[in-house]
C-alpha cells in the first residue's frame, strides 16, 4: 500500500508488544535440535504468554530428521523474519501449568486486573452499525438473550468516538453488509439501504488448506488414547496433574517452510510457475505440518482413526502460497442468518498442481521414515501407494483435505487506486466516517506462516494509530499483573514444574519475514470496542 508503518521494522514492534516469552525446558527436548531466541522477544512485553508445549513429541523429533534429509535447513526460529526452513513454533501457551494463553485469559485478564477493563456485554450480538445522516458511525444495535435464558432484548450501544467492528472474516463483512456497506448489486436484493456502495466486502477471502497421506508408526501418536480408554485416562490424569504429557503438545510442534522444490517443480506448468512467481520472492510455496494422528479424510479425527492398535501419523503439505480466493455474502438482512460462504478452495489450477506435487514429495519423507525404522507397516493406510497418478491424487486431496483455519482478507486493506479495497491502511471503511475493521479479515493478503499473531500485532497497531502514538509503542502497564495473574493461576499451577522462566533482552529482528505464534485452537476476539 506504500504505507511505510507496516515495513517490517516498523511493524514489528507491535509483534512483540503483546507477547511475554518464556524458554523452553531443555530437559524436555534433549533428543532434538531447539535453539533458543529469547532475544526475538522483550521483557517488557505484554499479557500473551509465548512458550513451548511442556512435553517434545515423538513424531515431531523424527518430523526435524526428516525435514532434513529432504534438504530443509533447520531455523534458530521462526520468529527472526525467515520462514524457509524448518523449527519448533512458539505457541499461546502458559508454560507454567501448560494452558492455552486465550485472547480473553491474557489481554483481557489483564485488563480487568489492571482496572482498565472495557465494559463486556456477554451473550451480546451486534446486528448493525447505525449511522447519522452524514454516514458517520453513531453505534451498534444489539441483541443480547441475558443469562438463565431470559427473552432476547434488542438495545443500541452509542459510541462517544468510533465504532471498531472485530467481528472476523466472516462476521465482519456480514455486518457490514446488513449495515448497508457493500456491493450495490447484493444489497438491495435483501432491502438494505446502500450507505456506500464498497463492491470489495466479502471479496478476496485467502485461506491456507492441508492434507496428507496416513501410515502406521512406532512411535506413540494421538491413536494411542483412542485405541485404549485406560491410555487415554492416563493421559488426561497426566495433563492434569503436572500439565505435561502428550495432551500438553500442541501436535507434534515442528513445523517446516520451502517452496516446491526439484524434481517436482519441473511437473508443474508453465502458468502454474508463472502465477507462483507472483509471490516476493521470500514467501515459501507450502508448509510442512506434521500431525501425531490419523487425519483420514478429515471429517472427525477421532472416529476415523482405524483403532486397530497401530500409531497413526500424517506429514501434510499446506498450501500457503494459494492462488484460490473465497468470498463471503448474506442470506438476508439479518445478522441472525448464517452468512454464506464459498471458500472456493484449491479451485485454481495453480493450487491443484502445487497440491499433487507437494503430496508426492510427502511420500518422498515418508520413504526417508521407512529407512529408519519409523514406520509400522510396508504400507500407506489412506489413500494407499496404488494412488499414484496426477489425477488419483488429487481426486484424493480434493476428498480429504482441509482448511488450516488461516481464512482472511474479505474487508481487504488497500489504498484508493485499489477498486476492492474496504478499509484504508489504519482500517477505516471507505465512503463513511468513524467506522473501522480490525481482524483477520482486515488483511489485504494473508502471511504464508500462521496468522493469529499478526491480527494481534494488527490490533496493537491500529490502537496506536488512533491514540496518535508513533512507533514504537510503550509497553504495557503490567503493574501488579503478573503477580495478580500468579495468585489466580495458583491452584491450578500447585506441583506444575512447567518450563524454566526467561525473558532475556536481546537484539530486534533483523529482515522481513515472519513472526509465529500457534494458537491452541480459536482465538475469541471482543466483537467490539467502543473507544
Ligand atoms: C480450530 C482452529 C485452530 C486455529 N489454530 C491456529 C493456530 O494454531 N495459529 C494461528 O495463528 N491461527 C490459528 N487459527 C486461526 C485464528 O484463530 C484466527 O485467524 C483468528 O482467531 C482470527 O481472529 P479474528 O479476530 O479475525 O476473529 P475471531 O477470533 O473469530 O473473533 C471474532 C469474534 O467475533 C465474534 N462475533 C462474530 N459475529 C459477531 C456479532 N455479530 N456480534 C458479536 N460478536 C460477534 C465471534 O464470536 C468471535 O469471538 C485457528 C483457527 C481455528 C478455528
Redesign the pocket.
Known amino acids: 500500500m506504500g504505507d511505510q508503518s507496516y515495513s517490517w521494522d516498523n511493524f514489528l514492534p507491535y509483534y512483540l508488544k503483546s507477547c511475554n516469552y518464556t524458554a523452553f525446558n531443555p530437559a524436555l527436548y534433549n533428543s532434538t535440535i531447539l535453539p533458543q531466541e529469547p532475544g526475538n522477544f522483550e521483557p517488557t512485553g505484554g499479557p500473551l504468554s509465548v512458550s513451548f508445549s511442556n512435553y517434545a513429541d515423538a513424531f515431531g523429533t523424527w518430523a526435524q530428521k526428516t525435514y532434513v534429509s529432504v534438504g530443509m535447513k533447520v531455523l534458530n526460529s521462526l520468529n527472526a523474519g525467515v520462514l524457509n526452513g524448518s523449527a519448533y513454533s512458539t ?2 501457551i502458559d508454560a507454567r501449568d501448560g494452558y492455552r494463553s486465550t ?1 480473553e485469559s491474557s489481554f483481557l485478564q489483564a485488563a480487568i486486573l489492571n482496572g482498565t477493563a472495557p465494559t463486556i456485554y456477554k451473550n ?4 448493525k452499525v447505525l449511522f447519522s445522516g452524514n454516514n458517520t458511525a453513531t453505534g451498534v444495535l ?1 441483541r443480547t438473550a441475558g443469562d438463565y435464558g431470559t427473552n432476547a432484548l434488542n438495545f443500541t450501544l452509542s459510541a462517544r468516538k468510533e465504532v471498531i467492528v ?7 463483512p ?2 457490514l453488509m446488513v449495515s448497508g456497506i457493500g456491493p450495490q448489486q447484493t444489497l438491495p436484493k435483501y432491502g438494505i439501504q446502500v450507505l456506500k456502495d464498497l463492491p470489495g466486502v466479502g471479496q478476496n477471502m485467502w485461506d491456507h488448506v492441508l492434507f496428507g497421506a496416513n501410515r502406521p508408526v512406532n512411535v506413540l501418536t494421538a491413536s494411542a488414547g483412542l485405541n485404549s480408554p485406560i491410555t487415554a485416562g492416563k493421559l488426561v490424569d497426566r495433563f492434569l496433574a503436572n500439565g505435561s504429557g502428550p495432551l500438553a503438545a ?1 501436535g507434534a510442534g515442528y513445523y517446516g517452510w520451502e517452496d516446491l522444490p526439484n524434481p517436482y517443480r519441473a511437473n508443474l506448468s508453465n502458468s502454474s510457475i508463472a502465477a507462483l512467481n507472483t509471490f516476493p520472492e521470500d514467501w515459501p510455496e507450502l508448509e510442512w505440518l506434521p500431525i501425531s494422528a490419523y487425519l483420514g479424510y478429515q471429517t472427525n479425527r477421532q472416529r476415523e482413526d482405524p483403532r486397530d492398535g497401530y500409531n497413526y501419523a500424517s506429514i501434510n503439505p499446506g498450501i500457503i502460497a494459494p492462488l484460490s480466493r473465497g468470498n463471503v455474502t448474506i442470506s438476508s438482512a439479518d ?1 441472525t442468518d448464517p452468512p454464506i460462504l464459498d471458500p472456493a478452495w484449491l479451485t485454481d489450477p495453480a493450487d491443484q498442481e502445487l497440491a499433487v506435487q507437494s503430496f508426492k514429495r510427502s511420500r518422498e519423507m515418508w520413504q526417508y521414515l521407512t529407512s529408519q525404522g519409523i514406520t509400522a507397516t510396508p504400507y500407506e493406510t489412506l489413500p494407499g501407494l496404488n494412488v499414484t497418478s496426477d489425477q488419483d491424487i488429487l481426486t484424493y486431496i480434493s476428498k480429504s483435505f482441509m482448511t ?5 482478507g474479505t474487508c481487504k486493506m488497500g489504498n484508493t487506486s485499489d477498486s476492492m479495497a474496504v478499509i484504508d491502511s489504519q482500517a477505516r471503511v471507505y465512503g463513511v466516517q468513524g467506522l473501522r475493521v ?5 488483511f489485504p493478503f494473508l502471511p504464508p ?7 494481534y500485532a494488527l ?1 496493537e497497531k491500529i490502537a496506536a494509530d488512533i491514540l496518535g502514538q508513533s512507533t514504537p509503542p510503550p509497553g504495557y502497564s503490567m503493574a501488579g499483573y503478573y503477580e495478580a495473574r500468579s495468585n489466580l493461576s495458583q491452584a491450578r499451577s500447585n506441583g506444575i514444574g512447567g518450563a524454566a522462566q526467561s525473558n532475556d533482552a536481546g537484539s530486534m529482528f533483523r529482515s522481513p519475514g515472519s513472526f ?13 470496542y467502543f473507544l
Not at 451480546?124 to 446486528?127: F, I, K, R, S
Not at 488450516?404 to 482472511?408: G, K, N, R, S, V
Not at 506462516?449 to 491480527?455: A, E, L, V
Open positions: 505457541l499461546t485472547s451480546t450480538m451486534a446486528l444489539v472485530s467481528a472476523g472474516t466472516f462476521q465482519s456480514q455486518l500442541f445478522m488450516i483455519y488461516h481464512a482472511a480490525v481482524d483477520a479479515s482486515s506462516g500462521h496468522p493469529q499473531s499478526t491480527i490490533a509465529m505464534l500457534l494458537a491452541m485452537g480459536a482465538v475469541s476476539a471482543w466483537a467490539l
